[in-house]
């Protein structure tokens, strides 16, 4: 067990929250006994678009226990196939709607409780590339290409907007 329950060979997402760009992977190996290995290329090239741009904001997603425990699992469909069933599970929470915000605010209890769902979902204010709307609006992007069926519809976006349909 690496914490919370995570061990290797359990199926994770990765998103960019600039840009909405996502990846399924899995745990193959780790640091030390208490913590995980580092990022593939490829996965970094997935969301980044380049190996050498390992430095964006990203919200990473795990499923601990999802896995076997075999770390030699790699394949990208079978990978996409298990993050995919685990997202669509979301979808059926009453409160759903709310991990997308928790997420676009850093996965930060204190930030959701004082800016809350409303802050978020307000058509008052465009949302700009790096501000917790935009980043919502990537992240539930992401989610919902992996099956995550959202309630709300998206918000009315600039064309000149880095946010992805």
């Known amino acids: 067990m690496l914490g919370h ?6 199926f994770g997402l990765v998103i960019a929250n600039t ?12 640091g030390s006994t208490n913590k995980l290995g ?10 980044a678009g380049s190996p050498l741009q390992n430095d964006a904001m990203v919200t990473f997603m795990v499923f601990p ?13 079978f990978v996409d196939a298990c993050v995919k069933s685990h997202i669509s599970k979301l979808s059926d929470v009453p409160n759903a709607e709310e991990l997308i915000t ?15 769902y409303g802050s978020i979902k307000s058509k008052d204010v465009l949302p700009t590339q790096g501000t917790p709307a ?20 998206p918000l009315d976006i600039n064309a000149t907007s880095s946010v992805l349909p």
């Open 5 to 10: 329950g995570v061990r290797k060979g359990d």
């Open 38 to 47: 580092e990022c593939s290329g490829h996965l970094v090239t997935t969301v």
């Open 134 to 153: 935009a980043t919502y609006e990537n992240v539930r992007y992401a989610l919902k290409q992996r099956g995550f069926h959202s309630a709300r519809k």
């Open 102 to 116: 928790f997420l676009s605010l850093g996965a930060n209890p204190d930030a959701f409780n004082k800016a809350g």
């Open 19 to 30: 840009t909405g760009r996502s990846a399924g992977f899995f745990f193959a190996d780790t």
């Open 65 to 77: 226990g999802s896995g076997s425990g075999d770390s030699r699992q790699g394949q990208e469909a």
